[in-house]
């Protein structure tokens, strides 16, 4: 009688283990899941690694000094398309709204969805780096050999010059790669 109930509580702890082994898992997957999306949102609130932030407006120059904006472009080796800026550098005042553009052309002879992605360094001053409207909001459908000027509207907060941190950059990159998008749906529905 003894050994039978020594093997019920092994039995029950065995359970146990199983049960918390199995808890431990399903939150370990459910916060894989998760960290991207909590990872963006992170990015997004603070700056985080170059995040640019999304603005409705600028609030105009007011005497504040210039900044240099440089443009940089790529393409994932999964996207056959050209992807430039045409202005490489721009000079703008703090705070004062600016449309740069970028040319994308599908060197391919079949329509292609691309998504870009973009960074901006030195990633301190990702914060400041305020866009109004950006291509990059949206997926871009270009048919074969199509190209197209995609416009970014942004603008530099005035608070950076405050910002003991960042105060004496005078240069910002934005670069933007483009790539295949995993979703092309958008290809079936245009030849529909």
Do not use: H
């Given at each position: 009688?003894?050994?039978?109930?020594?093997?019920?509580?092994?039995k029950?702890?065995?359970?146990?283990?199983?049960?918390?082994?199995?808890?431990v898992?399903?939150?370990?997957?459910?916060l894989?899941?998760?960290?991207?999306p909590?990872?963006?949102?992170?990015?997004?609130?603070?700056?985080?690694g170059?995040?640019?932030q999304?603005?409705?407006?600028?609030?105009?120059?007011?005497?504040?000094?210039?900044?240099?904006?440089r443009?940089?472009?790529?393409?994932?080796?999964?996207?056959?398309?050209?992807?430039?800026?045409?202005?490489?550098?721009v000079?703008?005042?703090?705070?004062?709204?600016k449309?740069?553009?970028?040319?994308a052309?599908?060197?391919?002879?079949?329509?292609?969805?691309?998504t870009?992605?973009?960074?901006?360094?030195?990633?301190?001053?990702?914060?400041?780096f305020?866009?109004?409207?950006?291509?990059c909001?949206?997926?871009?459908?270009?048919?074969p050999?199509?190209?197209?000027?995609?416009?970014?509207?942004?603008?530099?907060?005035p608070?950076?010059?405050?910002?003991?941190?960042?105060?004496?950059?005078?240069?910002?990159?934005?670069?933007?790669?483009?790539?295949?998008?995993?979703?092309?749906?958008?290809?079936?529905?245009?030849?529909?």
């Open positions: 009688m003894n050994y039978s109930n020594n093997q019920n509580a092994i029950t702890q065995n359970r146990r283990v199983i049960v918390i082994i199995s808890f898992g399903l939150l370990m997957l459910s894989s899941f998760a960290s991207v909590l990872y963006d949102i992170f990015c997004r609130v603070t700056g985080f170059g995040t640019t999304i603005a409705s407006s600028a609030p105009g120059s007011q005497g504040f000094p210039d900044i240099n904006i443009f940089e472009s790529s393409t994932s080796q999964s996207l056959n398309w050209s992807f430039y800026p045409k202005d490489k550098v000079t703008i005042p703090l705070g004062e709204e449309t740069v553009f970028y040319v052309k599908n060197l391919t002879n079949k329509p292609i969805v691309g870009a992605i973009f960074n901006v360094t030195p990633a301190k001053v990702g914060q400041y305020m866009k109004i409207d950006c291509f909001f949206i997926e871009q459908l270009l048919n050999s199509e190209s197209m000027e995609m416009p970014v509207t942004f603008f530099i907060d608070e950076i010059f405050k910002d003991e941190n960042a105060k004496e950059v005078s240069e910002i990159t934005l670069s933007y790669t483009f790539m295949k998008s995993l979703d092309q749906s958008k290809v079936i529905l245009e030849k529909l």
